[in-house]
């Protein structure tokens, strides 16, 4: 596993390099200057200057991208031009409650997922696919933002039993009932597509492993059906579910942008819309690269779990 490790990690680093070069330069690529929008409509050219001289602005770019890669290696992200504070703070605070969500998220598809796929094999009935098969497709079909929307207005609003968004107010630890109440709506938002995705890749991988000789053996022991799908085939199936949730989850991250926006969910999307509408570079730059960080760990944590399932792929990496 540590030669596969090895031979990992040098693409991974390389990815986060030139992510960090694209990002750095498509920011300085969006209109507008964040210097004349920090001084105001009816600052001076001089006052402007200024600001720019101040915030460094006025250096050439390669400067400035290797000044502000020297603190992200370093840990000192700088403070924000406009929303204000620590860089680091902004993003504790947003991380913290997006963290919060997404694991609830992806908890919550992961164990839907594992309870319908596999009573989907166990009683394989028409009807039964039918209406999975018909759940999927509504789930993703319809857009994150139209779901929250539609749940709001169900549960908040036409049946007022659930908050219709933000944060507990008293933290996610001193009332989990409460708490509960808060994360349900949004939870249920942003994991109705991924737990569509991993009920249907599973089920298929699933009804693959049904058809493999060693069922047919197992059966001829006398192997009861759900000792088969529960012991064997959902073990041979893991590494299909855990690349296609390694992939799942990025999207979790990507998707939580409109349902914190949805649900006036105060994490990292919120935060990255406050840093681009303000064009405040330091905190978009942080939050994307954050992103890619993110990503690029989940899927060498992915790769190192199928590896480990699958030894095949950790003897391909060691020869």
């Not at 101040?54 to 840990?75: E, F, H, K, N």
Request: glycine share 8%.
């Amino acid at each position: 596993m540590s030669g596969y490790l090895l031979r990992r990690v040098p693409s991974a680093l390389a990815v986060l390099f030139g992510a960090s070069v694209l990002i750095f330069l498509l920011l300085r690529l969006v209109p507008g200057d964040p210097a004349s929008t920090l001084a105001g409509p009816d600052a001076t050219p001089e006052t402007i200057a200024a600001i720019r001289h101040q915030l460094g602005l006025d250096r050439s770019i390669p400067a400035q991208y290797l000044t502000w890669l020297r603190g992200v290696v370093t840990g000192d992200l700088g403070r924000s031009y406009i929303i204000g504070g620590q860089i680091s703070d902004l993003v504790g605070r947003g991380l913290t409650n997006t963290l919060v969500l997404t694991g609830s998220a992806l908890l919550l598809a992961v164990v839907v997922s594992l309870a319908v796929s596999i009573s989907a094999v166990l009683w394989n009935r028409p009807w039964l696919n039918a209406i999975v098969a018909a759940a999927n497709t509504v789930a993703v079909a319809i857009p994150t933002f139209v779901t929250g929307v539609l749940l709001v207005l169900v549960f908040a609003v036409a049946i007022p039993i659930l908050p219709a968004g933000g944060v507990p107010p008293d933290g996610f630890v001193a009332h989990p009932d409460i708490a509960v109440q808060y994360l349900l709506l949004p939870s249920v938002c942003l994991a109705l597509p991924v737990t569509a995705a991993l009920t249907r890749f599973l089920t298929e991988a699933l009804r693959t492993e049904l058809r493999k000789p060693y069922v047919l053996t197992a059966r001829a022991l006398g192997i009861s059906h759900r000792q088969i799908v529960t012991r064997g085939a959902l073990r041979n199936a893991l590494p299909t579910l855990l690349t296609v949730l390694g992939i799942q989850t990025g999207h979790l991250l990507g998707g939580a942008v409109l349902v914190e926006a949805a649900f006036a969910w105060p994490g990292i999307g919120q935060l990255i819309e406050q840093g681009i509408n303000r064009r405040d570079y330091p905190v978009v730059q942080a939050l994307l690269l954050f992103s890619v960080v993110v990503f690029v760990a989940i899927q060498l944590l992915t790769d190192l779990v199928h590896a480990y399932l699958d030894p095949r792929i950790r003897l391909g990496g060691k020869a």
